[in-house]
């Protein structure tokens, strides 16, 4: 098992392109090149493994094909920690008894998995060196299927491979100063799903104790009103805690800029291209 640690920030397709090269043309990038991965994920027809958010992905890039297991993990501090298990298989077929060692073993439901949806991309990889860090940075440019919907798929992810994590944030806010980015708190799969129509998630406007909702929290609810295409709630959402967070890193007049334009019904995305938001969110997750 390995923990995963990485950001991952969502664009446009005129963004992309802008991204990529701003990465190209930095002195301490290496490129790694690119290639094209289809990405075929297996759950059973009640979306069991989704209720758990359990991913559990078969990957094939040219004639190698790539088991793996992903739990959802946690957002703390900016980055994505999750728990991964990864398998190199011989051909295009699940091997339901490598997974004896993860949380899904003898679980009832690997006896009634079936494809749920694929995302399918070209990812161009760069391999950047800073601060005694070593950063993998994939830009994916494809899209996601279910069934005859189809979503398209613009992601830039950062991945910490070796170094302190606090390299990895300031690489992250580097680009979202450069070209408008979203952080994005949901993952391919939960868009698959989505789209699959197995999975509505809410925006929450209170914890679960009903105290004010945390950065995080507010965090995650931009993410699912992008998902969804629907306006953020403002005006039901209890905020406080996010504001004083705000105050404290001396980013109460940008937040409270972003938090009136969405009560005016700008949806996420085009707030996200104006540019400002994608730098605000990385500042407010590690203040």
Known sequence: MAVELEIKLTLTEASLARATKWLANRAN?????????????YDTPSGSLNERRIALRLR??????IQTLKTKGEFSGGAHRRNEWEWTLP??????????DTPLAGDEALEHLQPVFETNFERQIFMLHRDGAEIEVAVDHGSILAGDKIRPLYEVEFELKSGEPEVLLRSALELAEQVPVFLNLVSKAEQGYLLAGQYLPEVAVAKNDGSPVSVTGFLEGLSVAWM???????????????????????LSDQLN???????AGTHVPELAARGSLGSLQIRLATA
Do not use: H
Not at 257 to 263: M, P
């Open 29 to 41: 990038v290496v490129p790694a090149g690119t290639k094209k991965l289809r990405n075929c994920y």
């Open 257 to 263: 800029e972003v938090l009136s334009d969405l009560d």
């Open 228 to 250: 969804r295409g629907i306006v953020y709630p403002v005006s039901r959402v209890d905020l406080s805690e996010v504001s004083s967070r705000a105050a404290e890193a001396g």
């Open 60 to 65: 094939q890039q040219d004639d190698q094909f």
């Open 91 to 100: 051909g295009a077929a699940l091997d339901i008894s490598l997974l004896a």
